[in-house]
């Protein structure tokens, strides 16, 4: 088996544990996956223009738009105007979002801990580094 083939399995079996572990977070809540990304976004940004969210997400604002009717019909986003340009909606997170955005994050931090501890100091470093490197070239 060559490197590259190697690193293609690696890539897929931590991609099916990760999207396995993301699943089984959300199970006890009342919004899904794609859901809860959205949550994710918003918790960690200033309320954004649809289209700003959509490119974050790698989705076209289409798709948003369906995603975020069903999470204000829940209560936990807001569409709000824009104060300079009356033609953008700005889309943030209710108090409601918040608290349950901050209770995912608080399951990725742990997810965090859990990574970083299974390494020594230097290579989490790495694994740091190496993470954000990868992430600029997607």
Known sequence: MGDLERLSDLLVEFYEKLSSWEQAVVRDTPITLPQMHTLEILGQHPPLRMKELAAKMGVTTGTLTVNVDRLEKLGLVARIPH???????????????????????????????????????????????????????L
């Open 83 to 137: 104060e300079t340009d009356r033609r953008s909606i700005l889309v943030g997170l209710t108090e409601q979002g918040r608290v349950l955005f901050q209770e995912h994050h608080a399951h990725h931090l742990n997810l965090a801990h859990k990574l970083n501890s299974a390494l020594p100091a230097g290579e989490a470093l790495c694994l740091q580094a190496m993470l954000k490197k990868l992430n600029q070239a």
